[in-house]
Structure formats: C-alpha cells, structure tokens
C-alpha cells in the first residue's frame, strides 16, 4: 500500500478542519489532566497520549459514526477523535458519577457505544482479540462497519497479537489494527524487544498487507486508514497500520521525558516533529481558522473541568452496582 498515492487535495475541506480540531482537543485535554492529577483532583494512575495525537485523528477521521474502535490504557485521544463527551470523560477521570462509568472505571475504561466506542482496555493486547469479534459480529450481520483496533509496540510482542491477525485474516474480517509504536514499551525501548525495524513486516506472515506511517502526519495517517477503510468495506480484508510516532511524557503519571528513561537528544528531535506544527507548517488553514479551533477547544475543556468539578462522587453503597461477574 501506498501512503502517498492520494493528494492532498483529495481530502475534503470539512476533513482537514476535522482533523485538526481532534489534534487541538486531544492536547487541550490531556495537558489539562496532567495539570489536575499533578493537584490530587485526579485519583489512580493515568498515560497520557500527548505527542501522538496524529494517530487517533487520522484513523478516527477515516471512520463513520457507526463504525467501531477498540481502545488502549492510553485511549483518550482515540475517545475523543471518535466523538466521546469531553465532559463526561474528564469527569470519569476525576472519579465522578456523572463520567462513562460512573466514576467507578476511571481513565482506562471509557466507552460510548452511541460513536462506536467499544471500549479501552487496562490490560496490554486485549483489546486485539475484542475487535476481532467485532468485526466477526458485523461480516455475521451483513453489517457495513469497520473496526480499528489501536495497540502499542508493546502489543505486538503479546500473544494476542498473532492470534487475532492469523484469525482476522482466514475470515476476512473488516478490522484494521493500528500499532501506535512509540518506541517504548511503558520502559523498554525498541531496539531490546524488536529484532525488526517495522512491525508491519510482521503482516506478510499473516497474509494481510502492512503498511508503515508516519505516526506525526495526520493527513498520511488518515491517507493510510482511508485505503485500509476502503478494502475492508469492499470486503478485502484486514489491514495491518503501523504508525511510527512519539509520547511527550512517560509511561504514566507524572513522569515525564525528563527520567534517566529518555535521551534528551531523541526527545528533542521528535519533539521539533509535533504533529499539531507539522500540520500547522503545511499551511492548509488560515490564521483565523487555527485561532477559531483553538479557542473552541478551549472553551471546551473548561466546560468540561467545570462539569467534572460539580458532579458528585457517587455513594459507597454504589460501588457493586453496575459490575458483571
């Protein structure tokens, strides 16, 4: 597959002012929870996506409501590009009856089934074998939805990988699994767990194709899904995406690139490739555009810290209703 076959001007103008509106949110929000769980009004742990916001706005971009995605412990951005409440979602973070799970999940269990979000999943790699479910579950239907299941490096050296990719492709099933590979896994760099240079390598074992993406280029990523989308509508099969791109802060909490973890010189050359500038510098959007998205952003965040702030924790006795054993 080629990632360049399409132009630029391809792509409709709504979907440019889409793609970019997801980005700005996506920062706006998770900026704003690191600076709430640095002040205790977050509880548990949190992985913030900040840095990688190009992945979830492509791929999300290239998906209708109805279709579906399978989320990570790292999923606020693929919940945002995929239409989630900003609102409900910051209020699930900070523990609130009034978030997706009733303040009872917390950051890595949010879902919303009226936009297609299946779910985020806590444990490394579960979410693989849920979409491929899914996308079984519409081929069964006669469904025409997509699914885009979203996993990290760390992922595809899990056993589900390999099983859900043998599967997706004998059944032919409408699934695209999208491998965010940041380069670490929580700490373990790339180079010790990879013998490889790209994990879409891993696709042609499988039989399905595999493409590599610049993870930092919202419109390459979203010309990769948009392809991956089209076959798998016209009944071609799985695709396999791997997006090459970067996290700003660590695996979680408050630490930050700034840890023994990190090279200062590698975090600084992905950091000069922020795909909010990268986006910016192709010059696609007037000032007034940018300016206009940006202030909407912001508006939207304080409407949803405020939300959050004035919803009540829900009551001791609540904490066993609504769980499935």
Known sequence: ???????????????????????????????????????????????LSAGQEAVAAGVCGALRNEDYVESTHRGHGHCIAKGADVKRMMAELMGKRDGYCKGKGGSMHIA?????????EGIVGAGLPIAVGAALSCKLQGLDRVVACFFGDGAANNGTFGESLNMAAIWNLPVIFVCENNLYAMSVPYFKAFAIENIADRAAGY???????DGMDVLKVYQAASMAVSRARKGEGPTLIECKTYRWRGH???????????????YE????????????AKGLLSQEEVSAIEEEAEALIREAVEYALNSPYPEPEEAVQDVYV
């Open 112 to 120: 919303d089934f009226n936009v297609g979000i299946l779910g985020a």
């Open 1 to 47: 597959m080629d990632v360049e076959a399409e132009n630029v001007e391809q792509v409709p103008r709504d979907e440019i002012l889409q793609l970019y509106r997801s980005m700005v949110l996506i920062r706006r929000f998770e900026d704003k929870a690191y600076e709430l769980f640095s002040q205790n009004l977050i509880p548990g742990t949190l992985h």
């Open 207 to 213: 039989g399905l194709p595999g493409v590599v993406v």
């Open 269 to 280: 050359q992905w950091r000069k490739r922020d795909p909010i500038e990268v986006f910016k």
């Open 252 to 266: 979680s909490r408050l630490k930050s690139h700034e840890s023994k973890l990190y090279s200062p010189d590698e």
